[in-house]
């Protein structure tokens, strides 16, 4: 079986002007960084738009790969930055059309081809989830979101979120707690 | 943590559970304390339900959106580029051809012909502006315009020069 190419080697590879590596990173890469700015907007579209600015803006000033750059990290970064770009904006805007939410475009959608009780339980569990997620503040859902389906390094948090160190452990803790809080039917 | 008996704090144990913290006192009371292994199990509970609310998102495949965009970037700043390459080859060769031209027939005997083709060049410089100007309104307002008005500048300055040198012959 032939080795995949590590981010570097694919960084190198669009320097010296091969395209198609690019659409290895993006492929690689899009599900994450479209999941962490949906966590964040909470709206598909909005969600598809921070993340094609993202790999936009990463094309642009993309590092040659030299440094052993984390990629994956700084697109996240670009990520969050484009997602909160959209929120702000979002936010200014004085009559804010009511779009379609993602539990209705997700969970709705799947629920129709949903057979069993277990799944349907399942359904109702993610939904409660979402909607504790909901009630956090964006850079904590961020915060979770890159620890805990990202697996990102506490270090790596830091660098995204330009947070201290020691700041990243105390809130994921508190992000952590407010999500108990909510979650407590479903935890017990 | 000094003391294995003593109960680490919740942020500890977070920190542990995410392989943040690397201390064998601490990871030996974790796995033999119900009360931390309690708090270890609702955080497992939780990053469980996290994950699985992440797998069930959307996916979505934005390559189709992203690579027309970039190609069409890259389109867009050659095309400038290539109009600066034009520019500045004309330049060049206008201002050579100006200069070696007048400068030959500045030393022959024949002024009527040196008028002509001074004349003839000065024309070719009102053409070349003329061009040079069709260029500058087909460049993107936003590309860095100096290299070209550079050119430019030089060339007209060159040919005040050389029109100066060849009425004082």
């Not at chain 1, 198609?20 to 579209?45: D, G, H, M, P, S």
């Not at chain 1, 359904?123 to 979770?144: F, G, I, M, S």
């Not at chain 2, 100096?146 to 050119?151: H, K, Q, T, Y």
Request: net charge neutral.
């Amino acid at each position: 079986m032939e080795a995949q190419p590590t981010d570097n080697d694919l960084l190198k590879q669009v320097h010296l002007g091969q395209k198609e590596a690019f659409v290895v990173l993006i492929q690689r890469y899009q599900q994450q960084a479209y999941k962490l700015a949906l966590v964040i907007l909470q709206n598909t579209a909005d969600a598809e738009d921070a993340v094609s600015e993202a790999f936009y803006k990463a094309f642009k000033a993309l590092p040659n790969g030299e440094n052993n750059t984390n990629f994956k990290s700084w697109l996240l970064k670009i990520t969050y930055h484009c997602a909160l770009d959209i929120l702000r904006k979002r936010k200014s805007q004085t009559k804010m059309i009511e779009k379609t939410m993602i539990e209705k475009t997700t969970f709705n959608s799947t629920l129709s081809s949903i057979d069993s009780l277990e799944d349907i339980l399942k359904q109702e569990t993610r939904q409660e989830v979402w909607t504790a997620l909901k009630k956090l503040a964006p850079d904590e859902r961020t915060a979770l979101i890159l620890k805990y389906y990202q697996e990102t390094s506490y270090e790596e948090i830091a660098v995204i979120m330009n947070w201290p160190i020691g700041t990243v452990a105390s809130r994921l803790y508190r992000a952590r707690e407010k999500l108990r809080n909510s979650l407590k039917e479903v935890l017990t | 943590m000094t003391n294995s008996n003593k109960c680490p704090s919740p942020q500890q144990i977070q920190a542990w559970l995410d392989c943040e913290l690397k201390q064998p006192l601490l990871q030996s009371h974790i796995s033999t304390c119900p009360t931390c292994l309690e708090h270890v199990s609702l955080m497992e509970k939780e990053n469980k339900l996290l994950c699985d609310l992440l797998d069930n998102l959307p996916q979505i495949d934005i390559t189709h959106l992203i690579m027309p965009r970039l190609l069409k970037e890259r389109a867009e700043h050659l095309q400038p580029s290539l109009i600066y390459l034009l520019i500045s080859c004309l330049g060049i060769s206008l201002s050579v051809m100006h200069y070696f031209v007048s400068s030959y027939l500045a030393n022959s005997y024949l002024p009527l012909l040196l008028l002509r083709v001074l004349s003839f060049v000065d024309k070719l410089s009102f053409i070349f502006n003329s061009f040079l100007n069709f260029l500058l309104q087909h460049l993107k307002p936003e590309e860095n315009l100096l290299p070209a008005l550079l050119i430019i500048l030089s060339v007209i300055f060159f040919n005040i020069m050389q029109t100066r040198r060849s009425s004082h012959v």
